[in-house]
């Protein structure tokens, strides 16, 4: 049972223009939820947060929206850069009481951005 | 670089063996998590402790343990190894008890033969 799906394996996009990466949950019980950057050998990398109590937040050329009624969210980067190339990871998490650490991950998109 | 020192970055063993991975989480962080992944499931929570105390708990099988020591590096104790706990084992680390993995190490690879 896959709570959290990427269902995009990879995306190719153009430098300077718009990646858009999708993720839908299944879990009704997540009210956090994260995106993570991942290069070839090396572990995760936090990206961007955002609670469900909002539908938007953004940092820098990151901004991540959730859809709560449809169970979705996107991460967005705007320009999109070479260095961006990487595998990314969509992870949601619900309050176990004690810790949020128990974080259930998508399958992962590679992007790949073309000079 | 994250911060978070995971060691060794491959180790292969047999079947039936034991083996100890060892994470050194961020200075100053009080949070440790560890995440296995497989080619087929992806990346899986396994635990997560909090100043030397276990927080939350993930699937983590029968045959592995956990625990944070008082200068707060942690380790991941595997054994009766089968092939299939052949993945990438992950450390994470975080300054606070609820919040989630901020920092990652870059993984130790076991390898069951």
């Known amino acids: 049972d896959q709570q959290v799906k990427q269902n995009s394996p990879s995306l190719s996009v153009q430098e300077g223009r718009i990646s858009i990466l999708n993720c839908d949950y299944t879990n009704s019980m997540f009210d956090y939820f994260l995106w993570y950057k991942k290069y070839p050998a090396e572990g995760p990398t936090f990206l961007i947060s955002?609670?469900?109590?909002?539908d938007k937040n953004e940092d820098g050329r990151f901004t991540v929206f959730l859809n709560k009624s449809a169970k979705h969210l996107s991460l967005h980067i705007v320009p999109s850069q070479p260095g961006d190339s990487a595998v990314y990871f969509c992870?949601?998490?619900?309050?176990?009481?004690?810790?949020?650490?128990?974080?259930?991950f998508g399958q992962g998109t590679i992007l790949t951005v073309h000079p | 670089d994250s911060g978070v020192t995971q060691t060794p970055k491959h180790l292969i063993t047999a079947t039936g063996q034991r083996v100890t991975l060892r994470c050194s989480p961020r200075s100053g962080d009080l949070s440790v998590y560890w995440y296995q992944q497989s080619l087929d499931q992806g990346l899986q929570f396994l635990i997560h402790?909090?100043?030397?105390?276990?927080?939350a708990k993930g699937n983590i099988l029968e045959r592995f343990s956990a625990q944070q020591f008082p200068d707060l590096h942690s380790e991941l104790n595997l054994s009766s190894l089968e092939l299939g706990d052949s993945a990438l084992y992950f450390c994470?680390?975080?300054?606070?008890?609820?919040?989630?993995?901020?920092?990652f190490g870059d993984g130790t690879r076991l390898s069951i033969l």
């Open positions: 402790y909090y100043n030397g105390e276990e927080r």
């Open positions: 994470a680390s975080s300054v606070g008890q609820g919040g989630q993995p901020q920092h």
């Open positions: 955002i609670s469900s109590i909002k």
């Open positions: 992870a949601a998490s619900a309050y176990g009481g004690t810790s949020y650490g128990k974080l259930t």
